[in-house]
């Protein structure tokens, strides 16, 4: 059964990277990111996290709520295979013929 909370600890956010294989990251670096969110979800299943969704924003367009004629903009990272799963929810395929593929970059 799926249960949903707002509590996700290092360890589990850490095991969730690891099995999306994304890059690594040190337990203080990820309990500081987790710690930044602005709002968490993990979903569980039978007491192990299969999932979780942070976000985070610069607020420098939204300060307490978000106004009726406001607009913003979502962008989430997709394990690679995954992205079929969130065009389900209107979230579209990048690149695309109005945007590019995205960038990172990792510095140490």
Do not use: T
């Not at 249960?3 to 040190?26: D, G, T």
């Not at 979780?52 to 989430?76: E, N, T």
Request: with cysteine; hydrophobic share 40%.
């Amino acid at each position: 059964m799926l249960e949903y909370s707002n509590v996700l600890s290092v360890k589990e956010y850490c095991e969730l990277r690891s099995a999306v294989e994304w890059q690594p990251i040190i337990e203080e670096q990820a309990q500081s990111g987790l710690n930044n969110s602005d709002f968490i979800i993990a979903c569980r299943d039978n007491n192990k996290v299969v999932g979780c969704a942070r976000i985070f924003w610069d607020k420098g367009y939204i300060d307490h709520q978000l106004k009726a004629d406001w607009r913003i903009k979502i962008v989430i990272v997709s394990a690679k295979g995954k992205e079929p799963f969130y065009e389900k929810f209107g979230f579209q395929i990048r690149p695309n013929e109005r945007e590019g593929a995205g960038m990172q970059m990792w510095r140490v």
